[in-house]
């Protein structure tokens, strides 16, 4: 036989108290709350067991019309205690009894919005069941409102209208009625949180009256009530969540919602960084995943903000603002891209056929990932196939092709296809260019393939992958060059940078450069930054046109190997203008003991620049061009004995674009290319590099030039190579 479960002075207390009530039928104010509270606080499921049967002897015994109240008050309490029995073993049959319990208290008294709470979360464990290979049933459910979530919305709808004070009931309803995008529950939620900061104006009221502010579109009123939380509790990391999110949705107010993002994550507790981690979990990757678990509390707030801030400067923004730029797009994808039909097969000509996301269908995901198209071509929901275009940061197309399928028993979402339409309209063509050959009238099924082979290797890597780039006002272009040499712990990375004075608005005085190298593997982001002094109209005229180009540097010294650079040119005074270019970028190691040799880099003719290298002062060519055929060579040699013989021969000659054309005119040009060649020995530094500078005067024509420099030593020969422009004029 089994033990008698052991009794707590709390629990024995709280019987004592509440049997002679109940018997009565005159359950005080408060004591389902009580029993709630108590409950949670029990792990002995011993303890619960006898709790619950407590309860329901206490339920049985105040059976009879004239005491149905005090039955139904036995019943919730019966049913809390089962209730709370689930949540500590995760059996159904828990929940399943709970629901009996909380229904037969209905069936008492229908004015008890605790049995109509308590029917709403013990539906819980049935929202997350397997729905299994037939899922007809499960659509049809839905589509009536049968479902556990609609079901819940419902009993949750009653509850508050009975008490719109229930602990945690007008916030569970609106969560319900978001699932459902149910209007009605989330105005029933708002006017609940409205009355309960009528008089209060707790900070968790205000939450909750920002969140169903935002999800019924009002993101003003949304945003008033978070500053107001944030006012009433400055602690409260969900009032600067919810004052973040809905700042995201208001023109002009991201760096706003950045900062509020920020604050958000420095007082956020363990279960707030969980949910906000979460918020993200249509971008994580396998990896993130892992980490975030194996993670403390301290490190997760680390990790949370180390994944923005690579996605940040990746987009040349902050963290904050690029996790505001999320939430944003959040809104808009569920507003207008959710999955409709949750469990219908994937079509045939799906690009996957196991959903990218169980929330957004896949324009849903790109949106979400990628934001808003360029251009779109096709009316959903009136046309089944539908394109979205947009450009890669190198300038050239992308695009991305949805349909909606007519096959019975498939998802009737629009899905990234498979093989795309032949016979496309000829205007898709002037967006993407490698859709040319579909525009013809003819359905070559080799050519279909073809073609649609290209494009979803840039579906698959979208899904894979993030991007962002500000929306500027004004466009501030620039030109620029890296090099990079070796530095004591690492490489150095040196980037000029040249701004026409011509390309500046009127108004600009001064700009703020920053150099951005990301590592995406080991999520690390190293950062530099200048502000030039302020400059004048009289900058941009100087003699030998020097003056009509701004000229300045960064550098930063980092570890070897493959990463991702930004350089980013912003107006000081306005960060709306500007300009980011980027790419990748292959950091040497120059840590060998074998002979190396630096970037080339190429300079004016001038000892007034602003980079200094051992003895030499170098005034970058940002551009590379140069006129009247003169410039500037330096490198350094790594690694070469002192007074050792070496030579260096050095070969430039002009890139010919190919074709007809240039060759008939080379044939009158003749050989146009010029050798030079340079002996000497060497006299190393104590660090073992060699630094070397030549200037260079030729008669060369304009156009596009390479200039190959070979080093020959005893210990080997090393050769690298710069392209150039020559202006003659």
Known sequence: TLAPPRMTSRLLFLLLFLAPALAAGQVPAGTATQVREHVAGVSDTLQLHAIEQQFVRSAAASAGLERRVAAANAGVAAGLSAFRLWEITGERAHARRARGHFDRAAGNDAANAWAHYGHALSLEPEMDRDPGLIVTHINASRALGLDPVSRARRALERAVALDPSLPGAPEL???????????????????????SVAGSHSASGLVGLAMTSRELGDYVAAADAARRAVASDSSSARAHVELAMALAMIDDSLPAAGRAWETAVGLADGAMLGRMWDDAAVLHTERDSAQWRAADTPRRRTLLRAFWGVRAALSGVDAGERAA??????????????????????????????????????????????????????????????????????????????????????????????????????????????????????????LVRSVSAVINRDAERALRTDTHAPAFVHALPFHFDWYTFRAAGGTEILMGIGVPFAELPRDLRSLRMRLSVIDTTDISIAQT???????????????????????????????????????????????????????????????????????????????DGSVTRGDARLALAPTQVFRAGEFRVYYEIYNIAEDAPFSTEMTIEPLRRGGLREGIRGLFRGNESVQLRFEGTAAPDASGSFPQLHDITAPFRDGAWLLRVTITTGAGVITRERRFMIDAR
């Open 325 to 446: 730029e999320h939430y944003r797009r959040l809104g808009v994808a569920f507003r207008d891209f959710p999955r409709r039909g949750m469990f219908g097969a994937a079509p045939v000509n799906a690009l996957r056929l196991r959903k990218t996301s169980t929330e957004y269908d896949d324009r849903g995901v790109i949106y979400i990932r990628h934001g808003e198209p360029d251009r779109t071509h096709g009316e959903p929901p009136l046309q089944n196939y539908i394109a979205w275009f947009y450009t890669d940061a190198a300038g050239d197309p992308l695009s991305y092709h949805f349909e909606k399928s007519d096959q019975a028993g498939a998802s009737r979402d629009y899905l990234l296809m498979h093989n795309l339409p032949c016979a496309m309209d000829p205007m898709i063509a002037a967006f993407d260019s490698r859709l040319t050959a579909l525009t013809k009238q003819s359905c070559d099924p080799l």
């Open 173 to 195: 309803l609106a969560r319900y009625a978001i699932a459902t995008r149910d209007d009605d529950g989330l105005i029933q939620a708002r006017t609940s949180f409205q009355m």
């Open 529 to 607: 930054s200048l502000v030039t002094r302020p400059f004048t109209r009289d900058d941009a005229a100087g003699d030998s046109g020097r003056g009509r180009v701004l000229r300045t540097h960064l550098a930063m010294t980092l570890a070897p190997g493959s990463a991702v650079y930004r350089i980013d040119v912003r107006d000081a005074a306005d960060a709306r203008s500007g300009t980011i270019y980027g790419g990748d970028i292959e950091l040497p190691d120059y840590s060998s003991d074998t002979l190396m040799v630096s970037d080339v880099m190429l300079a004016e003719q001038a000892d």
